[in-house]
């Protein structure tokens, strides 16, 4: 079967979590048990079809091969059993910077949920944030947007950068709760061409979307995911070749469980609730592992956001997962 499906797509890079790494199954021709080849290409994206009643037919298997004998098998996915929707929000921040004369290239991916039943408490905590950084500001700045709450320009000459820095601060400790999900990506690489930043950052984006997947549909949740827009509402384009690549990735069949995972959908940044807390917490992880690989002070760090899901890419490009509180930006980056 020749491959027809000419859209554009980015591979995602070759990674599964722990849990499928030891799955196997056993060759209807051979009789042989083989381990589950999780990058084996797909023909196609595996994209769910609208019905004309009701639902998608969604996509429940998908192709392997026997690696004694090399009979094509299909595997099809086990059933897991999605009951609720959450939404989640991703947001990104970059920082370049030198180190031994080479140029690097940092990149942090994150993405924020709330649960239904804490949703109204934060977002009137944020609201009484923002209300200060409008009074603060003198009105120029009535959002949540750590750059703009960053940006010098905007802000009375007199007025002390610590107090705009509390105003983060005191963020984070409204998202400290266990009702607000965070999972935190990073990575940073030496880069001599600007291919090179685009490769860490459709790594790690790449690698989110398929994480959160895994980890929600696992317990019984469909996440629905929203991006930021790029400039001029336009969509972002490499965000969808990244998740129109993993569509080909049988990762992606085994984490949708059989149930339809929905398009990403596209949102002005910091624009929503949850785009504000993604924004937080891409921002201040940002800033901590700058200061940090600088050996500046630290003012606001990730511990400050309470437990989240970190992982980053390794100085060998393998990805560390852990939960807890505050970036391990030891085991990560070494710093
Ligand atoms: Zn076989």
Not at 98 to 123: D, F, H
Not at 177 to 200: H, I, Y
């Amino acid at each position: 079967m020749a491959k027809t499906d000419k859209r554009p797509f980015r591979r995602p890079p070759p990674l599964v979590s722990g849990s499928l790494d030891n799955i196997r199954f056993d060759c209807i021709l051979c009789r042989q048990s083989s381990r589950v080849n999780w990058y084996w290409p797909q023909w196609f994206p595996k994209e769910s079809i609208p019905s004309n009643h009701r639902g998608y037919w969604v996509p429940i298997d998908f192709q392997n091969q026997c690696e004694h004998c090399q009979f094509p098998v299909r595997i099809t996915a086990p059933l897991r059993d999605v009951k609720y929707r959450l939404n989640f929000h991703g947001d990104e921040a970059e920082r370049h910077f030198r180190k031994n004369e080479e140029r690097y290239y940092y990149y942090c991916y994150a993405l924020a949920a709330i649960s239904p039943n804490k949703r109204s408490k934060i977002l009137e905590e944020i609201t009484l944030l923002e209300q200060r950084a409008t009074q603060m500001s003198k009105g120029r700045v009535s959002t949540l947007h750590a750059k703009d709450i960053m940006t010098d320009k905007l802000w009375p000459h007199d007025l002390p950068k610590s107090l705009r820095v509390k105003l983060i601060r005191d963020a984070c400790k409204v998202i400290a709760v266990k009702e607000v999900s965070k999972f935190v990506f990073a990575g940073a690489a030496r880069w001599s061409l600007v291919a090179d930043q685009r490769r860490v950052r459709d790594e790690l984006f790449s690698a989110s979307f398929l994480y959160v997947l895994g980890f929600c549909t696992a317990q019984g949740i469909m996440p629905h995911f929203t991006f930021d827009l790029v400039k001029n509402n336009q969509k972002n384009g490499w965000a969808e070749e990244c998740i129109r690549g993993i569509r080909y990735q049988p990762s992606f069949v085994w984490y949708s469980g059989r149930n339809h995972v929905p398009e990403p959908e596209f949102a002005k940044g910091a624009s929503t609730l949850e785009g504000k807390v993604a924004d937080i917490l891409a921002y201040v992880t940002a800033r901590e592992f700058d200061k940090t690989q600088s050996g500046d002070f630290v003012d606001v760090d990730s511990s400050l956001f309470g437990k989240a899901h970190f992982a980053g890419f390794d100085g060998n490009g393998d990805l560390q997962y852990g939960s807890g509180k505050g970036f391990p930006l030891r085991r990560v980056f070494g710093i």
